[in-house]
């Protein structure tokens, strides 16, 4: 199995690698925001009150990887092409376990948004006045990479139930706007900014959870309270997505 | 190699069932090189789909190289070879990532993997385009990658599905050939479907043909040929001796479906060739000067005609019912 999924990694990332220019255009988005909305942030951030603790970099560098790691739903796209082109069918015809097929492009997907995680870190720190923890950085990329197996998963599995790009990508966009907004990623949701309908509607978005856990991580903070729930948050939404993309992979025709 | 009894296949698309296989029984033997015939729509892609697990069947069961299909079909996958209809490569790879990738899901190692992908890519004439990018290649030369991507694992069965739809002339002749070694140097079984009439009759030992999701007939070419009734005689006559030429051809034994138009006769006998001279003789008797005379062997499409009652060509063309299944079974499967 440890095999299967390693070879359909292998696969995965040849071809990720002979257009690198992708996973560069990938994380474009992120440094714009920091380069155009940052600077806006920090006076921001020092005259409301209401905002969690830290700098607008500390605010908004996690939000921002989150960010990146939510567009990796897109990864159905490319299932959908391999499904026209035959070559998903091709490879459902070879022995490989079909749960190692998901499993090998999750981890690709998962793999590329860690480097892509890592690259805007970088900037933020050299370019931008970020100051995070070590270990504060490091949790903060595990959870990147549980993210990306969770929402490529998710990607993979909603893709190969709706079957085309023409339904795939506006039902995406249609739900990563509300969910993007509802996690605070710009301006976090706190009791004393948000009005009360509103805080309690982005409490019920899972990923609200995940953000703040992640500003936790990179402000230090490694209390219980502001890291477990969002810890526990998202392995339970990994293990859902993976089972739901494994269900999805296996069942004929997929 | 196959043996399949009862398979079937329904499918379910906005509360309407159609069934676009409806039992199918067919063997085939070690060896042997058999084509799958029908229009589009017929069932055919179903079918094999079902024989290479991507579809489980709703009715019925098969062995497949030696495993239950319902059974094991991991261990189907692991003795047969599949080249799917419009292939299944990776446009990004290159021709020999893509090929030592095969072979290593199917458990060879990396050195066997790319030993196998090199003899097989002479094999196939494509030894020179290992570097290539895939969406590179011609439509030839991806076509036999995708017959060489089937055969990594030296497989004992190999299906095709409609292999040499929409190659030119001369890359299908080239594919014809290659598909041809496959049984004659390799002792591979083939089974493959096809809707060209030429394909099948050039290439298969044993035809099946399918027609609205049941096997209609099947043998060799020219025992399905046989079934027809017979060569077709064509007798050019000047206008006013056709009456007489209709009447002696009328007293030919076994002639049949005698009919006239503009100064020819034509008829329908078992054996046009040693009928001739018999014909000739009475017409010269009877003081008849012929101005031209052909027989023809019946065609497939002759063969498809008697079978179903409407011509493979028009078949294609015409918005079949049962065209309607498998262009849906994607969608409704997931359902």
Redesign the interface.
Known sequence: MLR?IW?VF??ES??AL??PAWIFIGILQPILYLVLFGPLMERIVTSTPGFPPGNAWVILTPALILQIALFSMFSGIGILV?LR????????????RRLALLLGKVLNNAVQLFFQAVLVLVIALLAFDLSAPFAGVVLSLVIVLLMGITLSSVGYAAA??L?SEEAFIPALNTILLPVLLLSGILIPITTGLAPGWLYTVSRINPFTHIVDADRAAFRGDYALDSLFTGVVVLVVMAALAVFWGARTFQ???? | MIEARGLARTFRSRGRTVEAVRGVDLDVAPGELVGFLGPNGAGKTTTLRML?????PTAGRATVAGRDLAEDP?GV??R?G?V??????????KVI?EMV??G????LSKPDATRRTADLMKRLDIADLDDR?IKTLSGGQRRRLDVA?GLLHDPRLVFMDEPSTGLDPQSRANLWGHIRALRDDHDTTVFLTTHYLDEADALCDRILVIDHGVIVAEGTPSELKAQVSGDRVEVGVPDQHVATTAEIAGKVPDAHEISTLDGTVRFRLPRGDTALPELLRAMDAAGIPMTSVQVQRPTLDDVFLTLTGRSLRDAETEPAPQAAPEKE???T??A
């Open positions: 299967e070879l292998r696969r040849t071809i002979r257009n391999e082109n035959g070559s998903l069918e091709r490879l459902r015809v070879t022995p490989v190969l139930m079957r069942r004929e025709n997929a | 290479t697990t991507l579809l489980r991991v996958r692991r047969i599949y799917a209809q419009g292939g299944g490569t990776t446009p990004e790879l990532e990738l095969q290593r899901f199917y458990g990018v991507l079974k994607e969608a499967d997931v």
